[in-house]
């Protein structure tokens, strides 16, 4: 079975990694694990998903096992795109049906979803190391992306991720629901808890929390 490569998915094929990307040994092998155990699945480095034009920005931690690194787009198939997709398309940053499915249709309008790595990592927990060899593909990502204003961090990782690559100090960089930070050149860091079935099926995230993320995005994104 031949897939596509990445980039051959991606709105900015440029700043995407390579299917087999050497760069993180423990990540690799455990790619090779997964590709043995299920052949028919993405396996790879999961590309970004959206509009090259956005204006916004969300940033996830890394694919699920049999979410994005299953179907090759990000957040799709697991329970956390449930939310997100929902809530993209309630305020008019998607528009189609989402159904769990890469080949549903659904397409982005002024929004992209990146990682801030790319490869599944064991337990869902990609470890300093790699975040910081994926930080050249996500700040590559950022370079390709000029319109956008407001970049949306969904869990503590992804937020640390953000604020390096807009050059802000995470020491000092807070992290929290609805936490905002201006970065140098004018672009803002928003955060949100993640959307994971464990924070939602623990209360530390509903609906209307996720929901007042994107609404105060949608207000930052003109310069005042």
């Not at 993180?24 to 052949?39: D, G, I």
């Not at 096992?65 to 309630?90: C, I, M, S, V, W």
Request: charge should be positive; proline fraction near 9%.
């Amino acid at each position: 079975m031949r897939f596509a490569t990445p980039a051959e998915l991606s709105p900015i094929p440029e700043a995407e990694a390579p299917r087999d990307c050497p760069l993180c040994p423990r990540l690799v092998a455990f790619r090779s694990e997964c590709r043995t155990e299920f052949p028919e699945w993405w396996n790879a480095p999961v590309p970004a998903f959206g509009d090259r034009n956005a204006w916004l920005g969300v940033v996830g931690l890394a694919p699920g096992k049999h979410g994005a690194n299953r179907t090759g787009r990000p957040f799709t198939g697991d329970f956390a795109g449930e939310l997100l997709y929902a809530t993209l398309l309630k305020f008019g940053l998607a528009e189609g049906e989402y159904r769990a499915d890469p080949a549903d249709g659904l397409q982005l309008k002024g929004s992209i979803i990146l990682n801030a790595v790319k490869c599944l990592p064991p337990a869902n927990k990609p470890e300093p190391a790699e975040i910081k060899t994926c930080r050249n593909y996500f700040e590559a990502a950022l370079v390709t992306l000029p319109n956008v204003r407001v970049l949306l961090a969904l869990g503590q990782i992804a937020h640390v991720a953000a604020a390096r690559a807009l050059g802000l100090p995470p020491a000092s960089t807070r992290f929290g629901h609805g936490a905002e930070a201006l970065a140098p050149d004018g672009r803002i860091l928003l955060s949100s808890y993640h959307c994971s079935r464990y924070n939602q099926n623990t209360g530390r995230l509903d609906q209307a929390m996720f929901e007042s993320v994107f609404q105060r995005a949608l207000e930052l994104r003109s310069p005042r």
